[in-house]
């Protein structure tokens, strides 16, 4: 029987005894890779943080059958590479809590990262070293996937496309990148996933929602949909005037 399959009849047979979806297997790993670069200012990591915390809460709150179905973990990077949350399944609200925690005491300076460099590949590469390990752990066939935020550019360690096109070799399923700010570009992810466009650290919290339930479930927000219809909408009513 394919793993999907299995999978599937193994979580009907758990609910039928009464089993939640806490207990189920995770299908998803998705690893956060933060950036810590000293370009971004004190108050713009305190609000790059309240994003992520911010998003988390909303994605598993307006989404509680993911708890159990996800498996997430997540570094920060600079100079260097420093991973602060191992990665785990996401089982229910302690452990989201134990999550949010990780990232809200985040410090550059207090996590071992030197903040004088961009090292986006460095970041990917190491991922990908904790994805390939959870799957392994877990026993199970995972969608992989990387998520990485950044307020910049690549400027220092492994080439990013390089890394994302190993990660897509070793198995990752999708490496997505978000910019945040004037200066940052995503184009390093080329065929290897999606360049989620740039953002403001203000608005980084919805933006990184709508992003965090597309990667996991491939459908944006319901809004996001609902603004998108509207769109098809009004370029088939520019169709029709132009006919």
């Excluded at 994805?131 to 992989?144: P, S, W």
């Excluded at 190993?166 to 700010?181: H, M, T």
């Amino acid at each position: 029987m394919h793993v999907s399959k299995l999978r599937a009849a193994l979580l009907g047979t758990a609910l039928a005894f009464g089993v939640g979806a806490a207990q189920a297997a995770p299908t998803t790993a998705l690893y956060l890779s933060m950036d810590g670069s000293g370009s971004i200012t004190g108050s713009q990591f305190t609000n790059q943080v309240n994003g992520y915390v911010s998003a988390l809460n909303s994605f598993f709150s307006s989404n509680p059958t993911a708890y159990g179905q996800v498996a997430i973990g997540a570094n920060i990077f600079g100079v260097n590479v420093s991973e602060f949350f191992a990665v785990q399944t996401i089982t229910d609200s302690t452990v989201l809590g134990q999550l949010t925690t990780a990232i809200s005491d985040l410090d550059p300076g207090r996590n071992g990262i030197s903040t004088g460099a961009t090292s986006i590949g460095d970041a990917v590469t190491a991922a990908t070293s904790s994805l390939l390990a959870f799957e392994t752990a877990e026993g199970v066939d995972l969608r992989l996937l990387i998520d990485v935020t950044t307020d910049g550019v690549n400027n220092n360690g492994e080439n990013p496309t390089t890394a994302a096109g190993n990660a897509s070799a070793a198995g990752v399923n999708q490496v997505n990148c978000l910019g945040i700010g004037g200066g940052a570009s995503c184009s390093w992810v080329s065929i290897y996933g999606t360049d989620f466009g740039t953002v403001s650290f203000e608005n980084l919290g919805d933006a990184l929602a709508t992003k965090i339930r597309t990667e996991v479930f491939g459908v944006p927000e319901p809004m996001s949909l609902a603004l998108f219809g509207l769109g098809l909408a009004g370029l088939a009513t520019l169709r029709r005037r132009a006919d």
